[in-house]
């Protein structure tokens, strides 16, 4: 199982980012994947996820309104659409699989290498 995020950067506030996070040995039929995010100094957070059957979690409400999340299963990839971004996006992303839906006691157990997204006039 692997998992490649990618498409971070440097933006200015209210821009747009779209991040990508390639899958390799996760079948999305029966794997959800979500976003995380970590802020320097600051522990990694659930940031939205989207099932095996296209469900869509918010586990961060202020993001509700300027993230998207949406897969392509013919690629394999899941995307993060972002806009409107502001300061307090700026963290290093992360995608993770994790089997059976967004919620549960079941861990995100396979975490991609991260990708960078600093958002600063």
């Known amino acids: 199982v692997q998992l490649q995020a990618s498409g971070g950067g440097l933006v200015q506030p209210g821009g747009s980012l779209n991040l990508s996070c390639i899958t390799s040995g996760v079948d999305l039929d029966y794997y959800a994947i979500g976003w995380f995010r970590q802020a320097p100094g600051k522990e990694r957070e659930g940031v939205i996820c989207?099932?095996?059957?296209?469900?869509?979690?918010f586990f961060e409400e202020s993001v509700r309104g300027r993230f998207t999340i949406f897969r392509d299963k013919a690629t394999r990839t899941v995307y993060l659409q972002m806009d409107t971004l502001r300061p307090e996006d700026t963290a290093v992303y992360y995608c993770?699989?994790?089997?059976?839906?967004?919620?549960?006691?079941?861990?995100?157990?396979?975490w991609g290498q991260g990708t960078q997204v600093t958002v600063s006039s």
């Open positions: 993770a699989s994790r089997f059976w839906g967004c919620t549960g006691t079941g861990p995100f157990d396979s």
């Open positions: 989207i099932s095996e059957t296209e469900a869509v979690t």
